[in-house]
C-alpha cells in the first residue's frame, strides 16, 4: 500500500482545521504542512492539533531563498531556516522541503556558493534534531524564482557537495515526470528520495505553475509511481495540485478523485 500524502497548497482556501479533518476522513494517512497554515492557527496549538489528528507529517513546506533573490538576505533566509528545522523537527515531519533560492543577478558559481554554505549549516542544525532536509529542483520554465536547480542530475551534484547523510531529493512529478528518460534516472535515484510529490500537467510549466488532476494530464504518473515501488522507494506520495485549474475545484471531489487514481497506480505497482 502506497503512503499517501496531501499537501495543504492542494487545498489552498481551507484551514489547518479543515485540511486535517477533511484528509483524514478520506483515509489519507499524512500531511504535508504550509508553515503558513500553521502560523495563521498558532505555532504550538497547530502542533498540538497536527498531533492529535493522527496523520503523520510526510513535510513540511518550506525554507530557502538563501542567494537573497526573494528580498531577504543571505543571513536572514538562513535564520528563517533555522525556525524552518525546530517546527519541522517539533511535527515530527518526515522532511523539510528546502530550495536553494534563484540565482538572480549572481554569476552562477556565487549563487552555488551562497546555496551550498547556507544548506551545510542547516544541514549541520538539522541533523542534530533529526530533521531531513529534501532539495527540491524545479523545471526552468517556472522555477527560476524558487532555485537555480533545473535538473536532477545537477541537484544530486549539489546534494553531494553538502556532503550530509540528512539531505535528500525532493523529486516532483510535475517538474521532471516527462522527461524522456525519467524512469532510468529515478530508479538509480530512488534510495537518495526523501519525498515524491504528484502533480500532473497538460502542457510542459512555463511561468506560473498551473497542474491538473492527477491521471488527467500527460506526464506517465502510473510508470513513475511504479518504478519507484519497484526500486525500493518507500516513502511519502504527497498530492500537490495548485494552478488556474485546480482553483476553481471543488476540494471533496479533488480529494476523492485523487485519491482514486492513485489507488489505481498501487494496483498496477503491485
Not at 50 to 73: P, R
Not at 74 to 100: K, M, N, P, W
Not at 112 to 140: F, K, N
Request: hydrophobic share 40%; proline share 1%; charged share 20%.
Amino acid at each position: 500500500m502506497l503512503r499517501l500524502a496531501v499537501n495543504e497548497l492542494t487545498t489552498y482556501r481551507w484551514t489547518l482545521e479543515e485540511d486535517l479533518e477533511t484528509y483524514r476522513r478520506a483515509g489519507i494517512t499524512g500531511i504535508g504542512v504550509w508553515r503558513q497554515k500553521l502560523t495563521d492557527y498558532g505555532e504550538h496549538e497547530g502542533v498540538d492539533l497536527v498531533f492529535d489528528s493522527g496523520l503523520e507529517v510526510s513535510s513540511l513546506q518550506w525554507a530557502g531563498g538563501f542567494t537573497g533573490n526573494d528580498g531577504c538576505s543571505h543571513r536572514d533566509s538562513i535564520h528563517d531556516g533555522f525556525e524552518a528545522v525546530e517546527l519541522a523537527a517539533a511535527i515530527q515531519a518526515g522532511c523539510l522541503a528546502t530550495y536553494t533560492g534563484g540565482r538572480g543577478g549572481h554569476t552562477k558559481s556565487h549563487a552555488r556558493r551562497l546555496a551550498l554554505s547556507a544548506i551545510r549549516e542547516l544541514a549541520q542544525y538539522a541533523a542534530e534534531l533529526d530533521v531531513t532536509l529534501a532539495i527540491e529542483p524545479m523545471h526552468s520554465g517556472c522555477g527560476r524564482d524558487w532555485t537555480f536547480l533545473h535538473d536532477l542530475d545537477r541537484t544530486i551534484d549539489f546534494i553531494d557537495q553538502v556532503d550530509s547523510d540528512n539531505v535528500k531529493l525532493l523529486f516532483d512529478t510535475y517538474h521532471f515526470g516527462g522527461q524522456a528518460n525519467i524512469l532510468n534516472q529515478i530508479s538509480s535515484l530512488a534510495d537518495r528520495i526523501g519525498l515524491v510529490q504528484l502533480g500532473d500537467a497538460l502542457t510542459q510549466p512555463f511561468g506560473e505553475q498551473d497542474r491538473c488532476p492527477l491521471g488527467q494530464g500527460m506526464l506517465p504518473l502510473q510508470d513513475i509511481v511504479q518504478c519507484l515501488q519497484e526500486s525500493g522507494y518507500a516513502g511519502f506520495y504527497e498530492i500537490e495540485l495548485l494552478g488556474q485549474e485546480i482553483e476553481v475545484l471543488d476540494y471533496h471531489e479533488l480529494l476523492d478523485q485523487s485519491c482514486n487514481a492513485i489507488f489505481d497506480f498501487a494496483r498496477v505497482a503491485s
